[in-house]
């Protein structure tokens, strides 16, 4: 089993930036890929980006590349989302997911997620 626990949104202006962070339980974190999704109000939950497991190689959505940056830490079972640039329609909850040697950009093959954590950017 893993947990995951993030931490780090709040409200922001456009334009500003946040740093989330994912810990994440258990000792083969290394082995996990890691993922951000995110859901809007009335929307359905859309992938951000993942950093694959063994070599940290990264994937983004369209909507956010050159603004985010998805790192991982291994020593310290976490995840990160640098968010620079935010934009109104950056609004969502974000939420943190891990897949046993996965690297997509589906909700599919992630086992575990987070409880969410709220991001509001305000015009």
């Known amino acids: 089993q893993v947990q995951l626990v993030e931490s780090g949104g709040g409200l922001v202006q456009a334009g500003g930036y946040l740093r989330l962070s994912c810990v994440a339980s258990?000792?083969?974190?290394?082995?996990?890929?890691m993922a951000w999704f995110r859901q809007a109000p009335g929307k359905e939950r859309e992938f951000v980006a993942t950093i694959n497991w063994y070599d940290t190689r990264t994937m983004y959505a369209d909507s956010v590349k050159g603004r985010f940056t998805i790192s991982r830490d291994n020593a310290k079972n976490t995840v990160y989302l640098q968010m620079n640039s935010l934009k109104p329609e950056d609004t969502a909850v974000y939420y943190c997911?891990?897949?046993?040697?996965?690297?997509?950009?589906?909700?599919?093959?992630?086992?575990?997620w987070g409880q969410g954590t709220q991001v509001t950017v305000s015009s």
């Open positions: 997911a891990a897949g046993w040697r996965q690297w997509r950009a589906a909700t599919s093959g992630y086992s575990y």
């Open positions: 258990g000792r083969t974190f290394s082995s996990y890929g």
